[in-house]
Nanobody, 122 residues
Framework: QVRLQESGGGSVQAGGSLRLSCAVSGSTGSSDCIAWFRQAPGKQRDGVARIYTPFSTTWTADSVKGRFTISRDNAKNTVFLQMNSLQPLDTAMYYC???????????????WGQGTQVTVSS
């Protein structure tokens, strides 16, 4: 069993920054891949970034590349999503998810956090 808890969301103006945190607890073997997804109202849930923790291999979506960075703190069992140069289109509920391996599609992730809201105003 893996438990995920997101934090760090909030409201910012365009151009601002936020850092999301995903605290991971439970079975480490089931959470080798930690991914961030986001979902805006009426839209599908899209992958934003992911990290394969055994090798610290990362991937970020083209839409956020150069603005968002995923990283991890092993000592704190926490994965971060640093979001810079935020735009109104980044407004969404952000979720972290865990799986044994990294996948593009959200359906492959067995464990999910409750989500944290990010709102960017123009």
């Amino acid at each position: 069993q893996v438990r995920l808890q997101e934090s760090g969301g909030g409201s910012v103006q365009a151009g601002g920054s936020l850092r999301l945190s995903c605290a991971v607890s439970g079975s480490t073997g089931s959470s080798d891949c930690i991914a961030w997804f986001r979902q805006a109202p009426g839209k599908q849930r899209d992958g934003v970034a992911r990290i394969y923790t055994p090798f610290s291999t990362t991937w970020t979506a083209d839409s956020v590349k150069g603005r968002f960075t995923i990283s991890r703190d092993n000592a704190k069992n926490t994965v971060f999503l640093q979001m810079n140069s935020l735009q109104p289109l980044d407004t969404a509920m952000y979720y972290c998810a865990a799986a044994t391996a990294c996948f593009m599609e959200s359906q492959h992730y067995n464990y999910w956090g409750q989500g944290t809201q990010v709102t960017v105003s123009s």
